[in-house]
């Protein structure tokens, strides 16, 4: 069964008077626990696809199917209720609070996603010890490197366990070893917490170890 799957999906947006298409009939289905890329020059679409997956943006035509739940019919009330139950983000930024530690940034995920406050210490040192940070976990942002940076970013994003965890161009600020590590915590994340990974990236290094690549060329995908 799959988790997610997208049918028939477009999207365009008024620019200058006119439509721009930058969806133009996406179908595709993400799988329990694979790790799925969305490859493609800057202005392909990938992000814009991201968006749809996660519930961020709905489609002009088309169906996207999450779990039992139709995104294209969903309010924003309820995309945003299922979001904070089910999905992970991390954005190419990473998006950590400056003056809060690694420890708080992943706290505050907690909080936001309404965790008992009981379970928070388990999870926060458990997830800060899988991607690898359980000596930084006190440390603020300014005091980590970019891939640690990153990697506190991915302890946030899983912390409240979303089935789904989507990353738009997680490696992008990264050189290619730092990038490689964060591959290698995501294949754990896979393994230990059992989720779907789906990100964006025109990064060919990486590719490799995806279980699925989706390539995208104008709004279309050429191959998969």
């Not at 993400?30 to 493609?40: E, T």
């Not at 300014?142 to 302890?155: D, H, K, M, P, T």
């Not at 965890?165 to 915590?185: N, R």
């Not at 490799?208 to 998969?224: H, N, P, Q, T």
Request: charged share 25%; aromatic share 6%; net charge neutral.
């Amino acid at each position: 069964m799959p988790l997610l799957t997208v049918t028939g999906v477009e999207r365009s947006f008024p620019v200058g008077g006119q439509q721009l298409h930058v969806l133009k009939g996406i179908n595709m289905e993400l799988y329990p626990m694979q790790l799925v890329m969305l490859k493609g020059r800057s202005g392909s679409g990938k992000t814009t696809l991201l968006n749809m997956i996660g519930g961020l943006d709905q489609p002009n035509r088309g169906q996207i199917m999450f779990k039992e739940y139709p995104f294209h019919e969903c309010s924003d009330d309820q995309r945003t209720y299922i979001r904070r139950k089910e999905i992970g983000f991390i954005f190419q930024s990473f998006a950590l609070m400056p003056l809060l530690s690694a420890w708080e940034n992943v706290e505050l995920s907690l909080r936001m996603a309404k965790v008992p406050r009981s379970e928070w210490k388990s999870r926060i040192t458990h997830c800060l010890e899988l991607v690898g940070l359980s000596k930084r976990m006190h440390h603020r942002p300014f005091e980590l490197s970019g891939g640690e940076q990153q990697r506190v970013a991915i302890a946030k994003a899983i912390a409240h366990k979303p089935s789904l965890l989507l990353a738009d161009e997680p490696t992008a600020e990264l050189d290619s070893q730092m990038g490689a590590q964060v591959m290698a915590v995501f294949r754990d994340i896979i393994h230990t917490e059992r989720m779907t990974i789906c990100m964006t990236t025109h990064d060919p290094t990486i590719m490799e170890v995806a279980d699925r690549v989706f390539e995208m060329v104008d709004g279309k995908f050429i191959s998969s």
